[in-house]
Each structure stands twice: as C-alpha cells, then as structure tokens.
C-alpha cells in the first residue's frame, strides 16, 4: 500500500429521475438527490485509492462533512473529485467537490478507514447471530 497526500479521484453520472430526490425520497423535487451527491463523492474517493491498495484490502466511510449547495436539473452530467489529504494509519481524510455542467455544488470533507475485507465482513457477519 502506497497512499500519499495528494492522491486524487473522480467519479460521474448523469442525473435521471431514478437519482433525484423524488424518487429517493430525500424530498419533492426531481433534482439530483443528496444522498447521490454523497454516494458520488465516496466513490470518487474508494477511485483514488483503489489501484494503491493490496489485495484483500478496501476502506470504509466513516464520516462526511459536505454542503450540498446547488440544484441539478434531469440530464445533466454530474461528477465528483476527491483528493487525499490526510493520512494518520489506517483512518483517511479527503477533500471532496462535486459539480455539474454549470459549475460547483457541493463540496466538503471525507473520512474513509482502511479494512481488511474478509476480517471486516466476519465481524459484520456476526450481527446476525445477535
């Protein structure tokens, strides 16, 4: 594993009805939907550090500070980058934007935390018995 500062990644989609705030029910408008915002900003940050981890490894979502502070109307093109800012052992910080066709809307932090895959879905498994 080799995650430095500055690593970056992108993700992207396009608004449809299925991705709107309508259809999630995060409220009445079919607008991009929050919820997706976020989805879109995590993944842009899971594309940064993807190609540097070993295999069996993956990272988690632990936290999101993020602003979501323009509308984007069915058909637009909308995508996220994400940039490494931190890193202190396992537990990553990120800068995160998100723009569509007409500039930036929605930007903030993210934390992810370094796993090993099959130990972290054992423990997980385990709820099952409770």
């Known amino acids: 594993m080799s995650l430095t500062v500055g690593l970056k990644g992108r993700a992207e989609t396009v608004v449809v009805y299925e991705n709107t705030a309508a259809a999630v029910g995060s409220g009445l408008v079919p607008v991009f939907a929050t919820p997706y915002m976020l989805a879109l900003m995590e993944n842009a940050a899971v594309n940064a550090l993807t190609p ?68 972290f879905l054992a423990k997980t498994e385990k709820k099952k018995g409770v």
Request: glycine letters at 12%.
């Open 52 to 119: 540097h981890l070993a295999e069996g490894e993956g990272s988690v979502g632990t936290h999101l500070d993020v602003s979501h502070d323009a509308a984007t109307p069915i058909g637009l093109k909308v995508w996220a980058e994400a940039e490494l800012t931190a890193v202190e052992g396992k537990a990553l910080t990120f800068s995160v934007t998100a723009y569509d066709e007409a500039g930036p809307i929605g930007k903030g932090t993210h934390n992810r935390f370094l796993i090993d895959v099959d130990r």
